[in-house]
């Protein structure tokens, strides 16, 4: 499976500290690489490593005792939990990083401009197969999916779809800017993804229900719970975070590393 890799690092003096390393979501990779070389601009001397492959590949990563830190657009499950305490004998550590409204990605040229989550659903699941059906156009929906070792893929999946089968149509694909780049091109596509990567496409605006108002993903709906699929972007670790990790993830959290968070389009846990 090809993995996104950013390695991201200063001149270090002689005796360095030892790197720390973030490893997993590929929907939180650009942002954790501005924050990573944010920091490292601050912070002469300190090396961080980031790399994507999926929340899966990260929480596996930290499991496996190979990775400091994983970056997560789900919550870790309690298999993971209980896998981390029989090697290590520690629950871990959470810290809520990001607050993302979880989009829907229509063409540009698509005249559909909202859906239910119930209609949602029913396109990803195969009960919803053309456009015309939900007052578009006479022409067949093309699904585009993420991985399923994707923590985006897993929330979706458990959210939206409310743990049913995707449609065998779907078409999977590796990282979320791929599935926008493949919803820009194709005029009936339709995808998923993080808010951060609308570029080329458009969101659709998302109703809880026939009776609810069609909502956008926004500071304010994501903050005020109006969109109906926002949802946190984590940091795990496997041992209370102390020196350069604890620096790291306090600035992350703080004013200066909140504030990238809202500049790459993802929204401030405070």
Same mark, same amino acid.
Not at 133 to 159: C, H, M, P, W
């Given at each position: ?139 067949? @929906? ?7 070792? #994707? $923590?985006? &893929? ?8 409310? +743990? =049913? ?49 069609? @909502? ?7 903050? #005020? $719970?109006? &969109? ?8 795990? +670790? =496997? ?32």
């Amino acid at each position: 499976m090809k993995k996104i890799i950013l390695c991201l690092a200063l001149a270090l003096p002689l005796f360095a500290a030892k790197p720390v390393s973030i490893k997993g979501s590929d929907t939180m990779v650009i942002m954790n690489a501005r924050l990573a070389e944010a920091y490292m601009t601050a912070n002469g001397g300190t090396t961080l490593q980031v790399s994507g492959g999926g929340s899966g590949v990260g929480i596996a990563a930290l499991i496996n005792g190979t990775t400091d830190i994983a970056a997560s657009s789900r919550p870790i499950k309690t298999s993971e939990i209980d896998k981390l305490k029989a090697r290590f004998a520690t629950t871990g550590y959470t810290f809520p990083i990001a607050r993302d409204g979880l989009s829907v990605y229509l063409n540009t040229a698509n005249p559909v401009k909202e859906l239910t989550l119930a209609q949602i659903r029913d396109i990803y699941t195969g009960r919803i197969t053309n456009w015309k059906q939900i007052g578009g156009n006479d022409a067949q @929906i093309i699904l585009y999916s993420r991985e399923n070792s #994707s $923590g985006t &893929y897993t929330y979706f999946k458990d959210v939206v779809l409310l +743990t =049913r089968d995707f449609s065998p149509r779907a078409q999977t694909l590796q990282g979320t800017a791929a599935v926008v780049n493949a919803v820009a091109k194709d005029a009936n596509g339709i995808g998923y993804g993080g808010a951060a990567y609308a570029k080329g496409i458009r969101f659709a605006a998302v109703k809880k229900d026939e009776k609810s108002p069609a @909502i956008l993903p926004s500071l304010e709906t994501v903050r #005020s $719970g109006a &969109y109906p699929i926002s949802r946190y972007l984590y940091y795990y +670790t =496997r041992v209370k975070p102390s020196k350069e990790m604890k620096s790291f993830i306090d600035w992350a959290t703080g004013p200066a590393g909140q504030e990238i968070v809202g500049k790459v389009g993802y929204f401030p846990v405070k």
